[in-house]
């Protein structure tokens, strides 16, 4: 069979880089030395060929090459079908634990991070050795790096984590035309951007939590003569324990194709010297500014001292960041459809308040860079805010982040729109809903009809996105007296856009890394609905069984419930009720005269039955249909989940029962 020149030189080079990996020229030179020396004599005699391959064979050199190497039948591809292979939108998260083929491209600089093991976590040193098939804590290691998003498999929670795996990660060129092309020493040397490492530890009830965030320069690999590296990563804990180790990463870093000269070490650390110095400085005349700024504001009004104005905030590293920084365009191809539908997205990561050591009542401020709060799966209401913002500036959307306080006076963050006819809306990150605002006119005639206040926000002290930072400088911050026109100096303070670029826009270090794209969703939602339904059943006939009545389903019930439960979704995502009249219908037809149909339907954000179960019985109406007794009772439960991107579920539960009324 012949192969394509390109695709011949593709597999050449797969070849050369599993034999380097290998290292089989140290094997054949001891092989070729030890056959030597065994054939050193008087009668010594040619060492042929075939003599050295059978000595190969003996050592089993041979089949170690082989083993490793399997060749598949490939699917066709765009480029067998004449179409041209399109870039990935998005990263898809398959979620699989066994290797998968990977395309190398031979004329593409890849950075190969092996993680050889972890060390040192020190708060699992008496954690005992799960035994076979226990459920149990684990670790699981994230990578971002230049748009491009990896895992590793789930390991058991230890002292001395089993932490092994390797990613593979493309070098590739910003300026235009420069895709192409393979990454030189020097490009390679210029590139600021950090290999992102997020550590997460899933607990046996399935809640995850922040380890450590670590950013990694990678560029020390460049002065390698071999082209290859190994080091150990101190990962520090996040929060309030920022400043301690979590654990150590034992990683190696190696290029391929190696390159053909390397940098001196000095060149490297004079480059990384040169960034930080120019990044401190960047960072001191902005403080110098925003110091300035304040006063400035303070001078308008005193009062404007306890105004809600956040200018930096700590990220999970205790690091302060312009807020501004959080903000960034954020598109998320074909996995969301719309901006209501990025709102329900974000709405159904979980929220969850930063964990303070110790009482007290403060809240402790931590803002997560995105991937560890994707990663996480929740956060605070700050991540959520930003999150969406950015979403919805990828939609072509004004948005704006708020920060001000609820109806009880508690510290909040929300999102604004500006319509291009005026109107402002806001939107909730944490449920979803959406408010349009209408200020009340203060300077109204008493008996003139002014507008209700329909949203929960109290005060307004600031709105901010990636590239504009405006205070409230209006006599009462009150959000239902707040006029959102902030071309108008004499109610909105604004920073210096330029000051602003030069900490925040991306490629400087001060700012945080591009945002990750988002993962599409690995979870197949038929087979999780369906699972979900038979646990459910089990859950209840039990249940069922345990107070003495007898359970028979009714199937055909149970299918008619879908249509309820997709209206409800489809609720949540546009705000627009439909489908409700057939679902009734439905019902009145399958319900026979004489009989009465009970339903209750719930939501959820997890998909574990028995927490589903034990929260549904708290309901007074769940419990009465559960607990169902009289004439030819037939029960019904329908579940659904929905899969948005980054395995986010919305879980929809309906539980029905028919009986006949009898007086």
């Known amino acids: 069979m012949s192969l394509p020149p390109e695709k011949a030189s593709e597999l050449r080079q797969i070849i050369h880089n599993h034999l380097l990996k290998m290292d089989i020229h140290g094997k054949i030179q001891e092989v070729l030395a030890e056959t030597l020396r065994d054939d050193q004599g008087p009668a010594h005699r040619t060492l042929s060929e075939t003599d050295f391959l059978c000595a190969l064979r003996r050592r089993g050199i041979v089949d170690d090459v082989m083993k490793d190497l399997h060749f598949t039948q490939e699917v066709p591809t765009g480029a067998e079908t004449g179409s041209p292979p399109k870039p990935a939108t998005h990263f898809v998260d398959k979620n699989i634990t066994h290797l998968e083929k990977t395309n190398i491209d031979p004329s593409r600089r890849y950075l190969y991070l092996q993680v050889l093991g972890g060390k040192a976590f020190l708060e699992h040193l008496q954690e005992p050795e799960p035994l076979p098939g226990q459920v149990c804590s684990t670790f699981t290691l994230f990578l971002h790096f230049r748009n491009q998003r990896f895992r590793s498999k789930p390991v058991p929670c230890s002292c001395e984590p089993d932490l092994k795996e390797g990613f593979l990660l493309e070098i590739h060129g910003d300026g235009t035309g420069e895709g192409g092309k393979m990454a030189d020493a020097t490009t390679m040397l210029s590139m600021c951007d950090p ?194 913002c950015s979403l919805l500036l990828g939609f072509g959307l004004d948005a704006y982040v708020c920060v001000g306080t609820k109806t009880k006076g508690t510290p909040h963050t929300w999102v604004l729109t500006r319509g291009t006819d005026g109107s402002i809306t806001f939107w909730e990150s944490l449920t979803g809903h959406r408010y349009l605002h209408q200020a009340i006119d203060p300077d109204a005639p008493p008996l003139a009809l ?50 602003l670029k030069s900490v925040t826009a991306p490629g400087t270090i001060t700012s945080l890394p591009p945002l990750p794209p988002l993962c599409a969703p690995s979870l197949d939602p038929a087979a999780a609905s369906n699972q979900l339904e038979l646990e459910m059943r089990c859950l209840v ?107 986010a579920c919305a879980v929809w539960l309906m539980f029905a029962c028919k009986y006949r009324s009898v007086l």
């Not at 110091?291 to 302060?320: C, T, Y």
């Not at 590239?467 to 071309?487: G, I, K, R, T, Y």
């Not at 006939?541 to 107070?547: A, C, I, P, T």
């Not at 299918?559 to 209206?567: G, V």
């Open 195 to 388: 290999v992102h490492l997020v550590l997460i530890r899933t607990d046996t009830f399935s809640e995850t939590a922040l380890v450590s965030s670590h950013f990694l320069d990678w560029r020390t690999v460049l002065a390698s003569p071999s082209g290859k590296t190994c080091f150990a990563v101190e990962l520090m804990g996040v929060g309030s324990e920022c400043k301690v180790p979590a654990g150590v990463l034992i990683v190696s870093l190696e290029l391929y194709p190696p390159l053909t000269e390397t940098l001196s070490t000095d060149i490297i650390s004079t480059q990384q010297s040169l960034n930080r110095q120019r990044t401190a400085e960047k960072e001191r005349l902005f403080l110098v500014y925003a110091k300035q700024w304040w006063r400035e504001f303070l001078e308008i009004r005193p009062s404007h001292q306890s105004k809600m104005v956040k200018i930096f905030a700590q990220d999970e590293n205790g690091v302060n960041r312009p807020v501004c920084s959080y903000v960034r365009v954020l598109r998320a191809g074909r996995l969301l459809e719309s901006p209501r539908q990025a709102a329900r997205f974000v709405s159904l990561l979980a929220h969850e308040k930063a964990p303070v050591v110790g009482g007290g009542g403060g809240k402790q401020e931590q803002w997560c860079s995105l991937l560890a709060f994707l990663c996480r799966g929740k956060g605070d209401c700050e991540d959520h805010a930003t999150l969406l």
């Open 541 to 647: 006939s039990e249940h069922r069984k345990d107070l003495d009545l007898a359970t028979v389903w009714d199937d055909h019930l149970s299918y008619l419930l879908s249509s309820a439960l997709s209206a409800y979704e489809l609720e949540r995502c546009t705000g627009v009720s439909c489908g409700n009249e057939e679902f009734q219908d439905a019902v009145r037809r399958a319900v026979p005269d004489g009989h009465t149909f009970k339903g209750f339907p719930i939501h959820f954000l997890h998909r574990n039955a028995r927490r589903a179960f034990a929260t549904c019985l708290r309901s007074p109406f769940c419990e009465e249909i559960v607990h169902c007794r009289g004439d030819h009772v037939r029960l019904a439960v329908r579940a659904r989940v929905f899969a948005y991107p980054e395995n």
């Open 450 to 499: 002014q507008p209700k206040p329909s949203s929960p926000y109290r005060t307004v002290g600031c709105v901010f996105n990636h590239h504009a930072f405006l205070a409230n400088c209006q006599p009462s911050d009150a959000v239902e007296l707040c006029v959102f026109d902030f071309q108008n100096q004499s109610r909105w303070k604004a920073m210096s856009e330029e000051a």
